[in-house]
């Protein structure tokens, strides 16, 4: 498959008067055209600085990423973010306007894509009057508005309870698929990951390197509720929890 | 519509009631006040002469209404009100967006701001007038010096108590600080700044009375200068009430506005 992304051997710190933080000791992966990747690790290990550094939020102390051929990448940040004082059609074209990019056309496709993902009719509302999921689907839209090639998930759907992480986790998969985009996804979940991902990425507490990469093999893979109830589901999920090794302190 | 339950009907007349409870005492309280106050004062249990009463207020109005001096001095005040009003608010709006755009400065002149804002800027007055004269201009200057600090101070507090994420969100499409200001910072505060303005009218008043009874030669605060020193108690009432309802006005406009805004976002 076409690579499109490099993460060469990157390496944070941070600082404050006290001490410096090794957040990110040496992390190196690469990314396919397609690929769906999830980034799971211990609670405080970094995982979100990685996608910072790949949305150019952040500059890594060490190491660089490339970015193959001019492909564009879009963050989706944690909970929807959505803001309370724009309709949904305004939530959505926030990147473009900001961008200086809200030509007729791209509205025209911000418009295509509510529609297609039916909230057509909640347009001129405000994000108040959506669901949860609803809402979700808002942020992703916003993130789809810049036609980015690569989108970054960072623990999109980890402020919702369970069914809701379930049924929405299916949506954005099914959505991303349908859009062809590729995708990285930082989470502490490790179901959520293996039964969305086609490679899942383990790392290590901090300082963090990457412990072990796992391509996820299914019998059939359709969609993350049904690849949960696979044969392998399970051996991937003790493999990875092994691996993160985490205790109860 | 569904059809209600006898249990929400009942709960429905309950509120009702409750409305209409809060709504009439509000009013007996008011018409009680007055007609103690002018009983009192017919009987001669309160001096008419130093307390006035409702009816002596009524006609004062009347009479200053005659001479064209009523609406002349109301209209003096809120001149001078509206603009210290607007003149605090967007100079205070201005230095709080450089404060917000600028932590280092932000961090240098935050025990400046801390005293100016806890100063009893009345004690300025008599520096103010040797200053700058005995002219609107002191009046607009005492009071911008009363509201200008607590708005500067509101509002800065405000910009910082944006969501992380949004900002986040914001800086991964390449914000630049400008857009980051009038996209997020701004509208996101809307709330924050009519309660600000709610403070700041009230301010402006008592800085624009204090400054006329310092150095005015018209305006509601010289009428109620003026009347006390001739001992016309009934023309400082008068003005005091006249007062008290007009401040009451901006405020009620402002609380309106407010509240018709949380609906909304709700």
């Known amino acids: 498959m076409k690579k499109i992304l490099e993460v060469n051997h990157i390496s944070k710190n941070f600082h404050s008067l006290k001490e410096e933080t090794i957040a990110l000791e040496d992390i190196h992966f690469s990314v396919s055209l397609g690929e769906f990747i999830s980034i799971v690790g211990p609670s405080g290990c970094g995982k979100s600085t990685i996608l910072s550094i790949l949305c150019g939020l952040l500059k890594p102390s060490c190491g660089n990423t490339v970015l193959l051929n001019h492909y564009k990448i879009a963050y989706m940040p944690q909970e929807d973010s959505l803001l309370p004082f724009r309709t949904v059609l305004e939530n959505c074209l926030l990147g473009l306007e900001i961008e200086h990019q809200l030509t007729e056309e791209n509205k025209k496709y911000v418009i295509y894509l509510l529609e297609t993902y039916g909230l057509g009719d909640f347009m001129n509302q405000y994000p108040n009057q959506l669901s949860g999921g609803m809402k979700q689907r808002c942020a992703l839209i916003r993130t789809l508005a810049l036609k980015p090639d690569i989108l970054l998930l960072d623990e999109a759907m980890s402020s919702l309870d369970y069914q809701s992480r379930l049924l929405i986790g299916e949506d954005i998969y099914q959505i991303i698929k349908k859009e062809k985009k590729t995708a990285i996804m930082v989470t502490h979940d490790i179901g959520e990951a293996i039964s969305m991902s086609d490679r899942v990425i383990v790392l290590t507490k901090r300082p963090s390197v990457v412990k072990k990469i796992y391509e996820i093999k299914f019998e059939e893979k359709k969609g993350p509720i049904e690849n949960r109830k696979d044969k392998n589901f399970s051996f991937y999920f003790d493999q990875i929890w092994r691996d993160l090794d985490v205790k109860n302190e | ?266």
């Open chain 2, 1 to 266: 519509m569904l059809k209600m339950s006898k249990e929400h009907i009942l709960f429905l007349k309950e509120k009702k009631k409750e409305k209409r409870m809060i709504h009439s005492f509000r009013i007996l309280i008011f018409l009680t006040f007055l007609f103690l106050w002018e009983l009192l004062t017919r009987i001669n249990l309160l001096n008419p002469f130093l307390f006035s009463s409702p009816s002596r207020i009524v006609k004062t109005t009347i009479n200053l209404f005659m001479k064209n001096q009523l609406l002349f001095h109301i209209g003096i005040t809120l001149w001078e009100v509206f603009l210290s009003f607007v003149l605090s608010f967007f100079l205070g709006l201005l230095i709080a967006y450089f404060l917000w755009r600028y932590p280092i400065l932000s961090k240098i002149v935050d025990p400046y701001l801390m005293i100016l804002n806890s100063l009893p800027k009345v004690a300025l007055g008599p520096l103010i007038i040797i200053w700058m004269g005995a002219r609107i201009h002191s009046i607009i200057f005492m009071s911008l010096t009363i509201s200008l600090f607590s708005t500067i101070i509101n509002l800065y507090e405000g910009f910082h108590t944006v969501h992380k994420n949004e900002l986040l969100l914001l800086k991964s499409f390449h914000a630049s600080t400008f857009q980051i200001f009038f996209k997020l910072i701004l509208p996101s505060n809307l709330l924050t700044i009519i309660s600000t303005l709610k403070i700041n009218i009230s301010m402006s008043f008592i800085g624009v009375i204090m400054g006329e009874l310092l150095v005015s030669k018209m305006g509601l605060g010289y009428l109620i200068m003026y009347g006390s020193q001739i001992f016309q108690l009934d023309l400082v009432l008068t003005s005091i009430v006249i007062l008290g309802t007009l401040s009451y006005l901006f405020f009620f406009v402002l609380d309106l506005l407010q509240k018709r805004m949380k609906k909304k976002r709700n």
